[in-house]
């Protein structure tokens, strides 16, 4: 039985995913090698849930139950007693693979293994370990605490058991799953991730200013946010990593990312957690 989670990541992705699980009641290990980004990490949980209350989307005095159950830490040895860990760090194979090394060396080998990965392949993460068939991919969208989808990614080796517990525990924790194959992108981000990309190629042409693509897709396609404005949330230094897994993947130059985009990311103009990107904003925790 699961009842405590290790997150390896306190970013953006890892402190909602460390929210998510300890509002449905697990207990959370939440690591990270920046101790800054820990207690970042922290006050956006409390901040978020304070929200949440604000909605009605959770009772007050729930925050401090939920709170108590996320334990931060910089020791790496606080995950290896995890039931289920999840690997949350940023979208660089090489990191990855290091982490997946590292775990699979140190943890028990019935313990599944999940990348939170938005694009790289699980079958390359896997193979960096003595216990592939144990590894699988978790994708939550952001924010893990709102969205109800999870794509459950099988690689190459992904034993039937490591899928059904990871598939039941998305489930438990009230998400909808998708079963995506391991190729680039999976689902979500080969069909969103192009289409930021030629938002981004408009802006570059001169087809229309940042605002009005935004409110063309906003107000004619009803989407919740625009393309440009979707980036900046989503970090348009991930957009670029996924747009190059896409590219690196299949060879295809429908998949090659934008100059504007890879000249902005090289510029520092990362979207919301810079302060600036397609669009301007105040510096926040993000």
Partial sequence: MIRKVGVLGAGQMGNGIAHLFAQKLYEV??????????????A???????????????????VSGIMARIRPTRDLAEVHSA??????????????LDILRALDESVRPSVVLASNTSSISITRIAAATRHPERVVGMHFMNPPPVM?????????????????????????????????????????NRILIPM?????????????????IDKGMKFGANMPMGPLALADFIGLDTVLAICNVLYDGFKDPKYRPCPLLVKMVNSGMLGRKSGRGFHSYQQTHA
């Fill in 44 to 62: 956006v949980i409390r901040e978020n849930l304070e929200r949440q209350v604000s909605k009605g989307d959770v009772d007050s005095d729930q």
């Fill in 83 to 96: 039931d289920f860990i999840v690997e949350a760090a940023s979208e660089s194979v090489p990191l990855k």
């Fill in 148 to 188: 109800r989808l999870v794509e459950v990614i099988r690689g190459h080796a992904t034993s039937d058991g490591t899928f059904g517990i990871t598939a039941s525990l998305a489930v438990n924790l009230g998400k909808e799953v998708a079963v995506s194959q391991d190729y680039p992108g999976f689902i979500v």
């Fill in 196 to 212: 930021i990309n030629e938002a981004i190629f408009a802006l570059f042409e001169g087809v229309a200013t940042a605002e009005d």
């Fill in 29 to 42: 290990a939440l690591f990270d090698i920046d101790e800054s980004q820990l207690t970042r990490a922290v």
